[in-house]
């Protein structure tokens, strides 16, 4: 099938090599002048981006309209039927504090969701913040914090109007519905202090790293009561759910660290509850005087939980609560006042356990269906047998359930709802196992028509991301069936880098170990077509971030595998990024792909996969690149090198097409209808590689 291009050459971004020696060896880059010298200018302000970078990347967003611009309609046709989908004047179920009970919904037509509050018994609504009037001045508009103090007189929220992530935050009156005058610029955490005025937040620095805490008391200034001096270590602030301790993290992707605060005195310096080691990860509970400690030390891969009295949280006085087991990952804990309840996954199936405290009696949550979601949603208050959980398949819509711990039933609080209709008995939720090149087997959840035949005709999306022990859920997404109702096979590759089967399904992917990701997602599609669910040269593979790390190496490997290759926001400059320590998020990630930088071992591993510089002259399927002018976390410069590259090395034999966000960041547009724009373009650019366009 002929991928159709418009009249005209593809853009050619202009030739500046720049060549650096690390270890001894020569790294060329004719396109790192696509990175701004004043990048951190642009995150905050994208009229600051140079001339001739805004000229190369509105040329690509031209020709990737042209290429597209045959499936205008068929867009058209998709954002209708997607948008159809959506309940117009949908709600969430309310979630009840003390007298009051909170929620939000939408309004018919609206892009932003109304908060809102009651009575517990459903009387009085209240409006405390309304989204689209908020929104109305911005083009990009997308909340961060909504939280309400414990006394039910404020409401903290936070917002980011160009999608650089630097939250600006405002403390607004429920009463009167006014807005103090005080902005807090930069907030990247937030939690309130027990007399419901004062607050804790952290602060993002010009690098974006959430580095310090600070203790905010009305019309004082801030005072700083923790720093981190580790540029690879990140802070996030959480509360017990009694409200009375505020706890500070501190981690990086294999290394915690936890400080303790009573929430009503945050001028004494933080509780220690462990000193950081490499390698060690945990989190920590706060129940009354005990704190229940989810731990990998000793040698607990998937986790064990440990109890210890908050007056001397050190290890040695650590108690053995819930022992490892090498097949079941802890994903979570959550303590109510009386009872732990925690999310387990085993064989990339999830479970609920609850666990009365007193006497240790344990029960389980589970369902029966092949492949499924399920999660915990705690809600606020501390003193309730309520437990409320999620649950959704591939076929089945979302469910939200409410579980009395005490009598152990569960009644439905809520559906969703899809207005346009949907009879799951249409479908078939298949859970797979393919065969990797190593002997391990690889979980692949698979939804298709029930009426599509087996017969290696069918095209089929393959999404995998594969990275940061971040599992892939089995849940439902309205938006597949657009492709799964016109033919396709929507597969969700449990690769390793994920922690579907354990930690030991991420841990065996760092460093070295990272070829198993690319290996185990290529093994699955060429097991896909052996099973005849598709056919080599029919897979749309699509991946996003780390995930567009997957695209770009894949496609380097296995090209011929593919149909078409979307790649949204990917991090596929993997040897430059690492390479560059003053970028948000490097330091951090040296313990997941290696430091360049210090070992020449680790250079020459991030060297023979970094999909940029691995670019070959072989034939490759059509590319589509989608990426965000002020993203923090994957600069818009890595897709835009990429897509120079792959012109360049190729000859322009290879459709290619870059799309730029020239107004926001690594999730694209916000508004729930505006972004199922991007939804349509990039389902349009499959079933064009699939020639059902």
């Known amino acids: 099938m002929t991928f159709k291009l418009p009249h005209g050459p593809a853009p050619r971004a202009e030739i500046r090599p720049l060549t650096s020696i690390h270890h001894g060896i020569e790294l060329s880059d004719n396109y790192a002048w696509l990175k701004a ?101 911005h083009e990009y508009f997308a909340l961060g914090l909504m939280s309400h103090s414990s006394d039910h007189k ?51 620095d010009q690098d974006h790293r959430p580095n310090k805490v600070f203790f ?114 802890i994903v979570s804990v959550a303590l109510f006042k009386n ?11 999830p479970r609920i356990v609850i666990r009365e405290l007193v006497t240790g009696v344990e029960h389980a949550i589970a369902f029966e269906e092949e492949a499924y979601s399920l999660g915990m949603m705690p809600g606020y208050e501390f003193d309730t047998a309520t437990l409320r959980f999620g649950y959704s398949s591939p076929s089945t819509p979302s469910q939200v359930w409410d579980y009395d711990m005490n009598t152990r039933t569960r009644v439905l609080r809520k559906e969703q709802e899809i207005p346009s209709g949907h009879d799951s008995s249409n479908y078939v939720v298949r859970r797979l196992q393919a065969p990797a090149r190593d002997g391990e087997l690889v979980p692949l959840t698979v939804l298709h028509r029930k009426d599509m035949p087996l017969d290696g005709s069918a095209p089929c999306l393959l999404y995998g991301y594969g990275s940061y022990g971040a599992g ?45 990701t690319f290996d185990d997602f290529i093994d699955s599609g060429r097991y896909l077509a052996q099973q005849g669910f598709t056919s080599q040269g029919s897979i749309i593979a699509m991946g996003g971030s780390a995930g567009g790390l997957l ?81 923090p976390r994957v600069q818009y410069w890595e897709p835009s090198k990429w897509v120079a590259r792959l012109r360049e090395v190729t000859q322009g034999a290879s459709p290619v097409l870059l799309k730029t966000n020239m107004g926001s960041g690594h999730f694209g547009k916000t508004g729930r209808f505006a972004y199922l724009e991007e939804v349509a373009l990039v389902y349009a650019f499959a079933l064009k590689c699939a020639g059902k366009a």
């Not at 209708?80 to 309004?107: C, H, I, M, W």
Request: glycine residues 6%; proline residues 5%.
């Open 472 to 516: 892939m859920t089995a849940g439902f997404a309205t938006n597949r069936l657009s492709l799964v109702d016109r033919g396709f096979v929507y597969v969700t590759a449990h690769i390793r880098g994920g922690d579907e089967k354990g930690r030991h399904w991420y841990e065996q992917t760092k460093k070295a170990g990272k070829h198993k």
């Open 551 to 631: 695209m770009g190496a894949v496609v380097n490997q296995a090209p011929e595998l593919f149909s078409g290759i979307i790649a949204q926001v990917p991090f596929v400059d993997v040897l430059n990024t690492m390479l560059d320590a003053s970028l948000p998020l490097t330091p951090g990630e040296w313990s997941q792909w290696g430091n360049p930088i210090e070992s020449m071992q680790e250079y020459e591993i991030i060297a023979s996969y970094s999909p940029y510089d691995n670019i070959s002259p072989q034939a490759y399927p059509p590319i589509f690149a989608l990426s965000g002018l002020t993203d």
């Open 216 to 329: 905010k008391r009305p019309g004082e200034d801030a005072k700083l009561i923790y720093e981190e001096s580790d540029a690879r270590f990140y802070v996030g602030l959480g509360k017990s759910l009694d409200g009375k301790y505020i706890t500070i993290h501190t981690g990086q992707n294999d290394e915690d660290e936890v400080y303790l605060l009573p929430s009503d005195n945050l001028d004494q310096a933080p509780q220690l509850v462990a000193p950081r080691r490499a390698g060690h990860e945990y989190d920590v509970e706060v129940h009354g005087q005990t704190l229940y400690i989810t731990t990998n030390s000793n040698g607990a891969a998937n986790y064990r939980v440990v109890t210890a009295e908050i007056n001397d949280p050190r290890e040695e006085n650590w108690q053995e609560l819930i022992p490892h087991r090498d097949e079941v990952l």
């Open 154 to 204: 404020r409401l903290a929220w936070s917002v980011d109007t160009n999608g650089s992530e630097f939250h600006h935050l405002k403390i607004r009156d429920i009463a009167t519905g006014k807005d103090g005058t005080e902005t807090v610029s930069d907030v990247g955490g937030f939690q309130w202090c027990a007399d419901n005025e004062s607050f804790a937040y952290v602060h993002v």
């Open 339 to 349: 009872y732990m309840v925690r999310l387990e996954r085993e064989n990339a199936l």
């Open 37 to 137: 010298d004043n990048w951190r200018d642009v995150m905050r302000d994208p009229d600051q981006l140079p001339a001739d970078i805004r000229a190369y990347l509105e040329a690509e967003n031209t020709y990737y309209e042209a290429a597209m611009e045959d499936t205008k309609s068929l867009q058209d046709e998709l954002f209708d039927e997607l948008k159809a989908r959506v309940k117009q004047d949908d709600s969430t179920v309310p979630s009840p504090d003390g007298a009051y009970a909170y929620a939000s919904k939408y309004n018919e037509g609206d892009e932003y969701p109304i908060f809102t509050r009651t009575h517990r018994d459903g009387s009085n609504e209240e409006v405390l913040f309304d989204g689209p009037v908020e929104a109305k001045e």
